[in-house]
């Protein structure tokens, strides 16, 4: 620790950040992402990467506000940091409007307790603000069982589109829960739609596949 103090002065940082507060500030960083990512995040299936998503965007976060707040850095690095920040794209058809707000929260968090020589109190008081509100919105019983979406081409042109959901049954053995139809080719003769089916307990869990699977059934 000594070590660490006197490579803080040798640089000139030791008079804009204190070690015990940049350790403080770590702690209750750590302790928010494990309630965020450990616990409130798990309670229902998700992709499977997402967790180390979130804590490198949260830790990298940190890390990178902890550096600047430590040095004379000019006003352009911040508004580059935020820059950068506004790349982060969530590309994946596997990722869902949950898994932004997740990341939105993280990097919330980490803006938090970031910000060096702020009151304890506040930094617990912000970031326990936050995990209720998520805790109190994000109730895994509102939500409908998980679902796979399977894209369709079916070789035909149906006059009544009540009999599209009856074709779909029939091949696949189970009624979906919707049927969205998404194209209809006249000089083909073919119609593709967008199917909702229940996912089975020998599934893969949804967030498995990038894509929507798609298929095509013959008449």
Request: glycine share 6%.
């Amino acid at each position: 620790m000594h070590v660490a103090v006197a490579v803080l002065a040798a640089k000139g940082l030791i008079t804009h950040i204190a070690p015990m507060d940049l350790v403080t500030r770590g702690g209750l960083d750590v302790v928010a992402l494990l309630l965020l990512v450990g616990w409130l995040y798990r309670r229902r299936p998700s992709v499977a990467a997402m967790p180390l998503v979130l804590v490198a965007l949260n830790i990298g976060l940190f890390a990178a506000m902890s550096t600047i707040s430590a040095g004379k850095f000019p006003a352009g690095v911040g508004f580059g940091l935020f820059g950068i920040l506004s790349l982060v794209r969530l590309r994946s058809a596997a990722f869902t409007l949950r898994d932004v707000a997740y990341t939105f929260v993280t990097l919330v968090i980490a803006l938090c307790t970031g910000l060096p020589q702020r009151d304890s109190w506040l930094v617990i008081a912000l970031s326990a603000v936050v995990l209720v509100a998520v805790l109190v919105v994000d109730d895994p019983r509102s939500y409908e069982p998980p679902t796979r979406t399977v894209k369709l081409t079916l070789d035909r042109i149906y006059d009544d589109p009540s009999l599209i959901r009856q074709d779909v049954e029939n091949r696949f053995g189970r009624a979906p829960l919707s049927v969205l139809v998404d194209e209809v080719d006249y000089v083909r003769e073919t119609t593709r739609v967008s199917a909702r089916f229940p996912v089975a307990p020998d599934e893969p869990a949804p967030g498995s596949e990038t894509e929507p699977r798609e298929q095509v059934m013959a008449a």
